[in-house]
C-alpha cells in the first residue's frame, strides 16, 4: 500500500516571498503520479500541479513548482512570490494509475499561512 | 463549463436518522468518486465508479453506507442510521479517462450528527 507523509502541520510565510512545503511517500511502484492539491477555507479543492513519476524534469505552473526526487521518494512544492490568496490547506497525493489502484492517497495536508 | 455539484452544502442530523448527499460530475466524466474527509485530515475514498460500475468500493462501510450511480451520471451517497462519528465533509470528485488522471472535486457536503 502506498502512503504519503506531511510531517510539517501548519507553515507561515510573509507575502511577497518563497515558501516550500514538504512530501514524502513510499511505494514499490515504478509508474504513478503525485499531485499537490490546494484547499482554501471554502473546502473547494484546485488541483495546483501534477507530476509524472517518468519524467524527471520538475513540473512548473506559474508560481508553483516542484522538486522531485524520485530516488529519495520525495515531492516538494514551492510557492514564489506568496500571494494573500495562497493560504489554504495543501495537500500532497499520489496515484497509482493502473487498474483498480487508480485512487488518490492523500497526506494529511498542511496549513500555510500567508501575513499580509 | 459547470465544475462538480454537490448538495446539500450542509446537514445538521441526529444520530440514528438516514442522510443522503448528491452528486452530479461534470458533463462527461465518466469516473466518480466519494471520499470522506474528517477535520485535519486528507479525504480518503469510498467509492470509485466507472459509469455505472462500483469498482472499488473496498473502504466503503457496507454495514451502514450505499451509494449508486444508476445510469452514469449523477451519485447518492447514503447513510442510514447515522452515527456521532460520521460527521466529516464527504467530498465528490470526477473525471475523464484521458485526463490526465486529473480529478475535478466538488464543494463537498459538510455532515454533523448531533
Redesign the interface.
Known amino acids: 500500500a502506498q502512503t504519503?507523509t506531511q510531517s510539517q502541520p501548519e507553515m507561515s510565510v510573509q507575502e511577497a516571498e518563497t515558501v516550500t512545503l514538504s512530501c514524502t511517500y513510499d511505494t514499490s511502484e515504478n509508474n504513478y503520479?503525485l499531485?499537490w492539491?490546494k484547499q482554501p477555507p471554502?473546502?473547494?479543492?484546485?488541483?495546483v500541479i501534477?507530476q509524472e513519476a517518468y519524467k524527471q524534469q520538475n513540473a512548473t505552473e506559474n508560481r508553483f513548482s516542484v522538486n522531485f526526487q524520485k530516488a529519495a521518494k520525495s515531492f516538494s512544492l514551492k510557492i514564489s512570490d506568496s500571494q494573500l490568496g495562497d493560504t489554504a490547506m495543501y495537500?500532497c497525493?499520489f496515484?497509482n494509475?493502473t487498474g483498480?489502484n487508480?485512487?488518490?492517497t492523500?497526506?494529511?495536508?498542511i496549513t500555510l499561512s500567508v501575513r499580509p | 463549463e459547470a465544475?462538480v455539484v454537490q448538495s446539500p452544502r450542509y446537514k445538521i442530523i441526529e444520530k440514528k436518522q438516514p442522510v443522503a448527499f448528491w452528486c452530479n460530475p461534470i458533463s462527461g466524466h465518466n469516473t466518480l468518486?466519494w471520499y470522506l474527509q474528517n477535520l485535519?485530515?486528507?479525504?480518503?475514498?469510498l467509492i470509485?465508479y466507472e459509469n455505472e460500475e462500483a469498482?472499488?468500493d473496498s473502504q466503503l462501510p457496507k454495514d451502514r453506507f450505499s451509494a449508486e450511480r444508476l445510469k452514469g451520471v449523477d451519485s447518492t451517497l447514503k447513510i442510514q442510521p447515522a452515527e456521532l462519528g460520521d460527521s466529516a465533509?464527504y467530498?465528490c470528485?470526477s473525471s475523464f479517462r484521458g485526463s490526465?488522471?486529473?480529478?475535478?472535486?466538488?464543494?463537498?457536503t459538510?455532515l454533523t450528527v448531533t
Open positions: 504519503v503520479y499531485f492539491y471554502s473546502r473547494q479543492m484546485i488541483l501534477r495537500f497525493a496515484m494509475p483498480a487508480s485512487k488518490l492523500f497526506g494529511k495536508g | 465544475g468518486y485535519g485530515q486528507g479525504p480518503e475514498l470509485r469498482v472499488d465533509v467530498l470528485a490526465r488522471n486529473e480529478q475535478y472535486f466538488g464543494p463537498g459538510r
